[in-house]
């Protein structure tokens, strides 16, 4: 049997968004521009992802912005902001517990002579209400807090922060990371409050290189990305119309059936938690109930090293993630895992276990087998 419990890291593409995304690429492959007919049958393909996308989010059709996928959403919303609103203050608000593709553009801001305030956050992951409104000053411009943390499943409480940033500074924008809240949620950003949202095709079961940005109507924002003025001059470029397709496809699907997916996802997490319950060796990071995200989990494996236990699960095609895909491959340890204080220990032997509504249980049956027959042996190994 095969598992694969990487969703969080990127999702197999649905049979309805690659089939969209094939006749886009062999049949009606024009370029959106451009005034013929094959052009204007891109061009649809664009219209139609951005109903059903806009339809989620009950949002406008002008406040939508594709990119390339979730960091480009986020800096372009960062970055964006940030130029677009500077004269009004130099001052910025977030987490120590961001994607990179957020604390980077941060630091990059912090060289360019803006002042950055990093929020801690409790050993589940969730930000600090009252710190977060003692951070806003009159020269704070954006606040930006993800929804859902990639590594551990921490949902802060956006609209609380939202609240919490508007009744000290109205002019302050607030900009949310839902890349890992896109799909398992209902999200309606003017209902909570929120400026900016970023969210990523690949997550949701569409494709790669394409993304989203929110950009609510009247809200500052300079582009980061010059041409030809495509997207009413926010992101030049020829659009990806396969990709945005797919993407719009794929949120279409996600939101169909949507309780029957999220409580099957919830199902599937309590089901790897019980049945690990008794190792007395498996720790989970953060919260684990249902006031957590319904699809990741963050394991923590006593004794046994994370790349270790990562390929011995590989061999009996078991697939989880050594932490957040995109900084893997990197020897840093997890900032997210510092940020909760989980000790020396968890941060060489902890791994993301991340589900989708495709999984079922005799999958994470299965995992929950591997892993109770390869740990021990793993810990008897490792002290030799």
Known sequence: MEAYFDNAATTRCSDGA????????????????????KGLAGERYIREAKKNICRTLKINEPELVFTSGGTESNNLAILGAAMANQRAGMHLVTTKI????????????????????????????????????ESITPETILVSIMYVNNEIGAVEPIQEAAAAIKRKNPGTLFHVDAIQAYGKYIIHPKKLGIDLLS??????????????????EKTKVWPILFGGGQQKNMRSGTENVPGIAGMGQAAKEA???????????????????AGLADTGWAHFNGKTGRDSAPHILSLTV???????????????????????????????????????????????????????????????????????????QLQRFARR
């Open 18 to 37: 690659r089939d969209v995304m094939a006749r886009a690429l062999s049949e009606d492959y024009g370029n959106p521009s451009s005034l013929h007919g």
């Open 98 to 133: 961001e994607h990179p593709a957020v604390a980077a553009p941060m630091r990059h801001l912090e060289e360019q002579g803006f002042s950055v305030t990093w929020l801690d956050v409790d050993k589940d992951g969730l930000v600090s209400l009252e710190q977060l409104q």
């Open 199 to 216: 969210a990523s095709g690949h997550k949701i079961h569409g494709p790669k290189g394409v993304g989203f940005l929110y950009i609510k």
């Open 255 to 273: 939101y169909e059936m949507f309780q029957e997916k999220q409580g099957h996802l919830y199902q599937l997490k309590e089901a790897f938690l």
């Open 302 to 376: 006593d004794g046994v090293r994370s790349e270790v236990l990562l390929h011995a699960l590989e061999e009996r095609q078991v697939y989880v993630s050594a932490g957040s895909a995109c900084a893997s491959n990197k020897p840093a340890p997890s900032s997210t895992l510092q940020a909760i204080r989980a000790g020396k220990e968890a941060l060489g032997s902890t791994v993301r276990v991340s589900f989708c509504a495709g999984n079922i249980l005799e999958e994470v049956e299965y995992c929950v087998g591997v892993l109770k027959e390869v740990v021990p």
